[in-house]
């Protein structure tokens, strides 16, 4: 269950006294206990003076990263009730009216009604609501003469406590832990091209969290907005949310489990797509090979350690002086019949696509720039008429395609389409999506004005909205860029997601670094330029596991480290570890040293459990499950103990209960999915298991698919009894495909399942 409040302006703040920690600074008298101190000056160069003077308190204390300037329990601020709530059929209609006069930024709004106003941008995600409120809801509705929000042009605040400290969510950013520390943290969110560094504003904005409480129930809520955002999380434990435009659009996920938050989450943003089977398998890429030769021993060099391996990719080294929709007939003269090679020996390949355009080629010899300039698809300047021009890997100056605007989306699936015809690609790679521009604003820099330069920006890295991108005050189709920033990547997934599929007539890989709320149903995501850091490879683990909150299931991060020269044992464990990523790719950067070809030999333990992956994937796109998950899902009985781990294994525990299919691995998924399958049986406390195959040809888009289930039966069955696998599958799976691993007999079921594109 799921709902959801459109609004300009509410306090989920309690009454005062209602927060957990109750004890006052002994420094200041009367002053707010430091554990619920709300910052009054969040932007930089706070002083007693300039706290003072907006009507705030000032006290230091040692407490670290604690606000000194905060607002007061009696703050002149925000909002309270300026009439009788009206019961509406979604929900409620409330009136607001200023406290006082006194204002953070200037331009306050009063009086704000509780709903949707259509004048400020919204996010352009369909969430289809209920319609009506339900009968028999799971949650109460209180409003109390409290609120403490400020309402600016360009300022939104709301805060809001939380029952307990189990807070996770929040991205895209390099967090410590996946529990995240309420002691005064702030995280800013706004799409930005920038290595994972601690506490910066990284390649996508997923403004959701989760709350699990001291009961085990939890709860999810989304802030649906894409202007420049920051989250303070604060010990009261509460949270501050701070936006500088659009409106405060709240969904909240009623659970009661974890896992149950996902499934709604993804209910609402979209159910993640459904990938094909050869993407599960084993990456391998780098920005650098130079060279079609040098790729071929790479190639060669996999093949001759009998390494499963399914997928090529190809950065941006392959292209002509790196121009988008063409490849280098010198360096890598023979690149579409080697293509064709690997095709044939069951491979698959993937290639990269920017999204900035050179428009400095000579007239007439470069179409995807001539056919953009005539169809009008660029991101303009603040006129809103000549293009926006910034710099960027192709020589000369770039213009940035508008995927918001219908137009670009034809200009881009034609370009696409040409492109299928030149290189026969199974997916596409789309990089540098934040948009990412090698300046601050465009040509000639960005004017001064307030959308440029609001009066507040959030907590995101150097305090600027143009830096390495467009100016925010740039017109796209959709509005300013000041709004549509960070929805670039977003807006572009869906497009490169139906021109895949329309191109190979098969499943469509997509894979982008930039994401926003809604991107996994139609791509996957990696957690961009790592290091060859053991603190990268432990910090991957968190990326991952929040990428599944999020909606993101297909996801994985550059095994053993994009920047940096890795090591034999690091890269070594990193491969131990990464053959369970939902989404495994070894990528490395230009004159980073290539990896030990041993160190990749561990992907047989993960072709064996495909099926199992590929199950997992397939509740994920129908119920929006996880693919990996946190223990916190599951109730677990805590037990310790210790185990050899030595260089050469990775321990791999079952839990108890469950069957896991597995099949016998090969180099690539084409020849693995002949062989024959097993069940991995691990049997609970009462001596029982289940578990269950999904199924199908493995790239197709609606045809007929199977799930098997594997249950215990009451009584022990007669050999003769159990099903064999010629009886379920006579035309997908080779004859004598099961073998039991484990002595339990068991019986199974056979569901006719429709597959979904």
């Known amino acids: 269950m799921w709902f959801f409040a459109a609004l300009t302006a509410f306090s989920l703040c309690p009454a005062p006294g209602g927060c957990l920690g109750s004890g006052r600074d002994a420094q200041c008298a009367g002053a707010v206990a430091v554990q619920k101190r709300i910052d009054c000056h969040p932007q930089p160069g706070a002083s007693q003076d300039a706290c003072e003077a907006r009507g705030c308190t000032w006290c230091a204390t040692d407490v670290a990263n604690a606000p000194w300037c905060f607002f007061p329990e009696d703050?002149?601020?925000?909002?309270?009730?300026?009439?009788?709530?009206?019961?509406?059929?979604?929900?409620?209609?409330?009136?607001?009216?200023?406290?006082?006069a006194s204002s953070l930024f200037g331009k306050d709004i009063s009086p704000v009604i509780l709903e949707v106003d259509r004048q400020r941008f919204e996010v352009p995600l369909r969430i289809d609501s209920p319609g009506v409120t339900s009968d028999e809801a799971s949650y109460d509705v209180e409003f109390t003469d409290d609120s403490s929000l400020p309402d600016v042009i360009h300022y939104l605040q709301i805060t809001t406590t939380v029952p307990s400290t189990s807070v996770y969510g929040f991205g895209e950013h390099e967090h410590p832990s996946f529990k995240h520390s309420m002691d005064f943290v702030t995280y800013?969110?706004?799409?930005?091209?920038?290595?994972?560094?601690?506490?910066?504003?990284?390649?996508?904005?997923?403004?959701?969290?989760?709350?699990?409480?001291a009961d085990s129930n939890a709860h999810g809520v989304l802030l649906l907005n894409s202007n420049a955002q920051d989250v303070s999380l604060s010990p009261n434990p509460s949270l501050t949310f701070r936006t500088i435009g659009g409106i405060l659009d709240f969904y909240v996920f009623l659970g009661p489990t974890p896992e149950n938050v996902v499934q709604q989450y993804t209910e609402a943003i979209g159910r993640p797509h459904m990938p094909a089977y050869w993407s599960l398998g084993f990456h391998l890429s780098r920005w650098g090979y130079g060279s079609i030769d040098v790729l071929k021993k790479t190639v060669d060099r996999m093949h001759y350690y009998d390494i499963p391996y399914d997928v090529q990719h190809l950065d941006i080294d392959y292209m002509e002086r790196r121009l988008d929709f063409t490849y280098d007939k010198v360096n890598y003269a023979g690149l579409p019949e080697y293509i064709q090679q690997l095709k044939k020996e069951g491979m698959h390949n993937v290639m990269i696509l920017d999204p900035f355009i050179t428009k400095d080629e000579e007239p007439g010899t470069y179409r995807p720039y001539d056919l953009g300039e005539e169809m009008g698809v660029w991101v303009n300047n603040s006129d809103g008429v000549t293009p926006a021009v910034g710099k960027a890997w192709p020589p000369g100056d770039s213009v940035f395609p508008d995927y918001t605007n219908p137009r670009t989306v034809e200009w881009w699936t034609q370009m696409c389409l040409e492109f299928k015809d030149v290189l026969d690609y199974d997916g596409i790679w789309i990089d540098m999506n934040e948009p990412s521009n090698f300046l601050r604003g465009q040509y000639p820099g960005c004017a001064v004005n307030d959308i440029n330069n609001p009066p507040y920006v959030?907590?995101?890295?150097?305090?600027?909205?143009?830096?390495?991108?467009?100016?925010?005050?740039?017109?796209?189709?959709?509005?300013?860029?000041?709004?549509?920033?960070?929805?670039?990547?977003?807006?572009?997934?869906?497009?490169?997601?139906?021109?895949?599929?329309?191109?190979?007539?098969?499943?469509?890989?997509?894979?982008?670094?930039?994401?926003?709320?809604?991107?996994?149903?139609?791509?996957?995501?990696?957690?961009?330029?790592?290091?060859?850091?053991?603190?990268?490879?432990?910090?991957?683990?968190?990326?991952?596991?929040?990428?599944?909150?999020?909606?993101?299931?297909?996801?994985?991060?550059?095994?053993?480290?994009?920047?940096?020269?890795?090591?034999?044992?690091?890269?070594?464990?990193?491969?131990?570890?990464?053959?369970?990523?939902?989404?495994?790719r070894n990528h490395n950067a230009d004159r980073s040293s290539l990896p030990s070809p041993r160190t990749a030999s561990l992907a047989a333990r993960r072709y064996s459990l495909l099926p199992y992956l590929y199950t997992l994937f397939f509740e994920s796109h129908v119920?929006?499950?996880?693919?990996?998950?946190?223990?916190?899902?599951?109730?677990?009985?805590?037990?310790?103990?210790?185990?050899?781990?030595?260089?050469?294994?990775?321990?791999?525990?079952?839990?108890?209960?469950?069957?896991?299919?597995?099949?016998?691995?090969?180099?690539?998924?084409?020849?693995?999915?002949?062989?024959?399958?097993?069940?991995?049986?691990?049997?609970?406390?009462?001596?029982?298991?289940?578990?269950?195959?999904?199924?199908?040809?493995?790239?197709?888009?609606?045809?007929?698919?199977?799930?098997?289930?594997?249950?215990?039966?009451?009584p022990p069955l007669p050999e003769s009894q159990l099903l064999g696998t010629r009886d379920l599958f006579p035309c997908l799976l080779p004859k004598d495909t099961f073998n039991l691993m484990a002595g339990r007999r068991l019986h199974s079921s056979l569901q006719d399942i429709p597959a979904t594109p």
């Open 623 to 714: 119920h929006g499950s996880t693919v990996v998950r946190s223990l916190m899902h599951d109730t677990w009985i805590r037990n310790y103990a210790t185990v050899a781990a030595p260089l050469s294994k990775i321990p791999l525990f079952i839990r108890g209960g469950y069957i896991l299919p597995e099949q016998a691995p090969a180099t690539t998924t084409t020849k693995s999915r002949l062989n024959p399958f097993g069940l991995i049986i691990a049997l609970d406390e009462q001596g029982e298991a289940s578990g269950s195959l999904f199924w199908d040809d493995g790239d197709s888009i609606g045809k007929p698919a199977f799930q098997l289930f594997f249950f215990p039966p009451p």
């Open 458 to 584: 959030p907590s995101i890295s150097d305090r600027s909205l143009a830096q390495k991108t467009l100016c925010p005050d740039s017109k796209t189709y959709l509005g300013e860029h000041y709004n549509t920033h960070s929805l670039f990547g977003w807006s572009q997934t869906a497009p490169t997601f139906h021109v895949a599929q329309q191109a190979t007539g098969k499943r469509a890989f997509v894979l982008s670094r930039s994401t926003f709320v809604g991107s996994g149903k139609y791509g996957g995501h990696w957690l961009g330029d790592n290091f060859s850091r053991w603190k990268d490879m432990h910090q991957s683990v968190i990326g991952i596991l929040e990428f599944n909150l999020f909606g993101i299931p297909y996801i994985g991060a550059d095994i053993c480290g994009f920047n940096y020269n890795t090591t034999y044992e690091l890269c070594l464990r990193w491969m131990q570890l990464g053959s369970f990523y939902p989404f495994s």
């Open 75 to 100: 703050s002149p601020f925000g909002y309270s009730l300026g009439g009788n709530a009206e019961k509406t059929a979604k929900g409620w209609r409330v009136p607001l009216t200023k406290r006082q």
């Open 188 to 213: 800013g969110m706004f799409s930005r091209d920038q290595a994972p560094t601690p506490l910066a504003n990284l390649y996508g904005v997923h403004p959701f969290y989760m709350c699990v409480e």
